[in-house]
């Protein structure tokens, strides 16, 4: 071998070794990200493909960084508490849940702390049994309405918020006995989140059941994606990819156009309806991220009392 040929492997060698420590830290593999899912009540549900698309828009947004991904739903529907237990023992890696302290302070996972829905899941409005409207029509004072009782799950949040504002509530473990609780009589109304109950009686039988037409309960609160603690890549990555969609608008577009949350800004009037508002114990970190007044509606505080549209 002469020196030339020599020198020319000694560069070929020093280029390859250049490339591979250049390239170490890229992305080559499809990630796979397992979610969460949940049953769906009707064919008209559309909870999971809201926060589907809005994790398929932040992953797109952080492909050029974190390079290419493939989503994929869990075997088997669970509940979110379930579903949080989950994540960090290898079956799951995201979920979406509505806060709570307890959920917050989770061994195997946390929060990424940025709103998915603004806040809606804590404007609260009711089912109640046909041709009961008038019950609630009477109903002017928060006091009023802890002469009736509520209904909801047993592991909600919402459960214990409405005991600790002293509300009486009774609970169960199966979301469909719920209704069969409701129509026998057991409670008198379900809350639901604003954007729920319309889906929710297309799936049960509209005679039995209609939507309270006047009240509202308000409390402080946020669903998160919840990711594992044993992937911080993984959260890094939605994390930005949350902050870079809310900059540039996508976020936004996509809350006001999904058919799981736009008919509510049509449908629920809350405007127009007497709220009542609840305590939260909430972790001081969501809490202070109030203080962000874009990451939240307000349909409850004058001067800056939205209107019903929600989305302009």
Same mark, same amino acid.
């Given at each position: 071998?002469?020196?030339?040929?020599?020198?020319?492997?000694?560069?070929?060698?020093?280029?390859?070794?250049?490339?591979?420590?250049?390239?170490? +830290?890229?992305?080559?593999?499809?990630?796979?990200?397992?979610?969460?899912?949940?049953? !769906?009540?009707?064919?008209?549900?559309?909870?999971?493909?809201?926060?589907?698309? /809005?994790?398929?828009?932040?992953?797109?947004?952080?492909?050029?960084?974190?390079?290419?991904?493939?989503?994929?739903? @869990?075997?088997?529907?669970?509940?979110?508490?379930?579903?949080?237990?989950?994540?960090?023992?290898?079956? @799951?890696?995201?979920?979406?849940?509505?806060?709570?302290?307890?959920?917050?302070?989770?061994?195997?996972?946390?929060?990424?702390?940025?709103?998915?829905?603004?806040?809606?899941?804590?404007?609260?409005?009711?089912?109640?049994?046909?041709?009961?409207? +008038?019950?609630?029509?009477? @109903?002017?004072?928060?006091?009023?309405?802890?002469?009736?009782?509520?209904?909801?799950?047993?592991?909600?949040?919402?459960?214990?918020?409405?005991?600790?504002?002293?509300?009486?509530?009774?609970?169960?473990?199966?979301?469909?006995?719920?209704?069969?609780?409701?129509?026998?009589?057991?409670?008198?109304?379900?809350?639901?989140?604003?954007?729920?109950?319309?889906?929710?009686?297309?799936?049960?039988?509209?005679?039995?059941?209609?939507?309270?037409?006047?009240?509202?309960?308000?409390?402080?609160?946020?669903?998160?994606?919840?990711?594992?603690?044993?992937?911080?890549?993984?959260?890094?990555? @939605?994390?930005?990819?949350?902050?870079?969609?809310?900059?540039?608008?996508?976020?936004?577009?996509?809350?006001?156009?999904?058919?799981?949350?736009?008919?509510?800004?049509?449908?629920? +009037?809350?405007?127009?309806?007497?709220?009542?508002?609840?305590?939260? +114990?909430?972790?001081?970190?969501?809490?202070? /991220?109030? /203080?962000?007044?874009?990451?939240?509606?307000?349909?409850?505080? !004058?001067?800056?009392?939205?209107?019903?549209?929600?989305?302009?």
């Amino acid at each position: 071998m002469n020196k030339y040929s020599g020198l020319t492997l000694l560069l070929l060698i020093g280029s390859l070794l250049f490339d591979a420590h250049a390239n170490q +830290n890229k992305p080559h593999n499809k990630v796979i990200i397992k979610h969460y899912t949940v049953t !769906a009540k009707s064919q008209d549900d559309q909870r999971d493909t809201y926060y589907l698309e /809005l994790l398929r828009l932040v992953l797109e947004k952080t492909k050029p960084e974190f390079g290419d991904y493939q989503l994929e739903p @869990i075997a088997f529907a669970m509940n979110q508490q379930r579903a949080l237990m989950h994540l960090g023992k290898g079956s @799951i890696d995201v979920v979406w849940s509505m806060t709570s302290q307890e959920r917050e302070s989770l061994k195997h996972s946390s929060p990424i702390y940025i709103p998915l829905i603004k806040g809606l899941l804590g404007y609260r409005i009711f089912i109640i049994r046909k041709g009961e409207q +008038n019950r609630f029509s009477k @109903i002017n004072t928060i006091e009023e309405l802890k002469k009736k009782v509520a209904g909801q799950g047993n592991d909600w949040p919402d459960y214990y918020i409405l005991k600790q504002n002293d509300l009486p509530v009774v609970s169960s473990s199966y979301y469909s006995a719920l209704f069969e609780m409701l129509e026998i009589g057991r409670f008198d109304y379900f809350p639901r989140g604003v954007m729920e109950p319309w889906t929710e009686l297309t799936a049960q039988s509209s005679e039995k059941f209609e939507i309270e037409r006047e009240l509202m309960l308000h409390y402080p609160t946020a669903m998160y994606f919840f990711v594992a603690n044993n992937n911080p890549m993984l959260k890094k990555r @939605i994390t930005k990819g949350l902050n870079m969609a809310i900059e540039d608008g996508s976020f936004e577009k996509l809350l006001c156009s999904h058919p799981y949350l736009n008919p509510v800004f049509n449908l629920a +009037n809350m405007d127009k309806r007497r709220v009542f508002e609840l305590e939260n +114990n909430l972790s001081d970190k969501t809490r202070a /991220l109030f /203080l962000n007044k874009k990451l939240w509606f307000d349909f409850t505080s !004058a001067p800056t009392k939205q209107s019903s549209k929600g989305c302009q």
